[in-house]
């Protein structure tokens, strides 16, 4: 009776572990099919993400496209706006130059023509000659 005791003893052993294994196996294919869910919900996320990033990638190609030809309108703009300066300055300098020129014209119209008012005071055959 001892050996078969043991045997059923055994048994009971090896059954209970069959069941509790079965129970694993069961909980580890739960497992497996929740990771499976979750590996596809992330794949579709990815996806999904890529699509995304694909579509930044277009718009930031575009938008530095669009500032590079910003950068080269405002180089083109900085040097009009340099070459305008410069001939501002140029005009500036010819003005003062011709207003020097002016005032000393007008200096020396108006010492003429004290001069001539001087000549014409002095000498009457001046004033028979202007008629």
Request: proline share 0%; aromatic share 4%.
């Amino acid at each position: 009776m001892d050996e078969s005791f043991c045997a059923d003893t055994k048994i009971e052993q090896l059954e209970k572990d069959i069941r509790v294994a079965n129970q694993d196996l069961a909980d580890n294919e739960t497992l497996i099919a929740t990771y499976r869910q979750d590996r596809d919900r992330l794949e579709k996320e990815m996806r999904g993400l890529e699509k995304e990033l694909g579509q930044a990638q277009v718009e930031y190609e575009r938008e530095k496209a669009q500032l590079t030809a910003y950068d080269e309108e405002l180089k083109e703009l900085e040097a009009l706006a340099k070459q305008k300066s410069k001939t501002v300055a140029e005009s500036q300098l010819e003005l003062q130059n011709l207003t020097h020129e002016t005032e000393r014209l007008s200096k020396e119209n108006s010492g003429l023509a004290h001069a001539m008012q001087e000549l014409v005071e002095s000498h009457d055959w001046i004033e028979d000659q202007k008629q």
